[in-house]
């Protein structure tokens, strides 16, 4: 018996509103280029839906000491602060991360930032991403857009702490027992500022 597979919708779910800022006092629709996880339409309410597909890869960014803690199955760790960005990566010689500036104009540290980043986040490939509120897969897209991938592709799940309720619990590994400490560096690429 096979199994048929939903069709994808588009990432931005633009029925539904949210508020631009912390400030804000009215929420607006949600419109192209918006990737929070309130604008996605893959989130808490229909993730098990579009889980275990095969053309699609799944990734949480958060650090590995998190996601030790508590996961996904099958979601792979790719630790966003500790390798993608930071915001003086790119002027501190200190920093490893693949890109400084800003999410939304993003500067590569190394001359392979692009490619390494299309390793990570294959641009052929459709992704589901989350962390654990939405926030950092938010900055991750904005980047991924400004270093020219098909936003098309690229979903913001949310977060673990949106995916607390017993439906979900099959499909988590959850051993707050766990502890790890890791030491991020990047090898073998050639840096362009400091």
Request: charged content about 25%; hydrophobic content about 35%; some cysteine.
């Amino acid at each position: 018996m096979t199994q048929s597979i939903l069709t994808l919708p588009d990432p931005i779910d633009t029925n539904r509103t949210f508020k631009p800022s912390k400030d804000a006092t009215e929420e607006v629709p949600c419109a192209a280029g918006d990737f929070g996880p309130t604008c996605s339409a893959i989130n808490n309410e229909n993730l098990l839906e579009y889980m275990g597909r095969p053309d699609v890869m799944y990734i949480d960014t958060r650090d590995f000491e998190d996601y030790m803690k508590k996961h996904f199955r099958n979601f792979e760790a790719i630790p966003f602060f500790a390798l993608i960005f930071n915001a003086e990566a790119n002027t501190d010689a200190t920093k490893i991360q693949l890109y400084g500036g800003s999410p939304t104009e993003p500067v590569p540290v190394y001359e392979e930032s692009d490619e390494l980043l299309e390793v990570l986040f294959p641009k052929d490939k459709t992704l589901f991403i989350m962390c654990q509120s939405g926030g950092r897969v938010g900055m991750l897209m904005n980047i991924m857009k400004a270093r020219g991938w098909d936003m098309s592709k690229v979903y913001n799940v949310g977060g673990m702490a949106q995916y607390s309720g017993a439906e979900y619990k099959p499909f988590i590994t959850d051993t707050a027992e766990f502890s790890m400490t890791a030491t991020y560096n990047i090898e073998g690429l050639t840096r362009i500022n400091p």
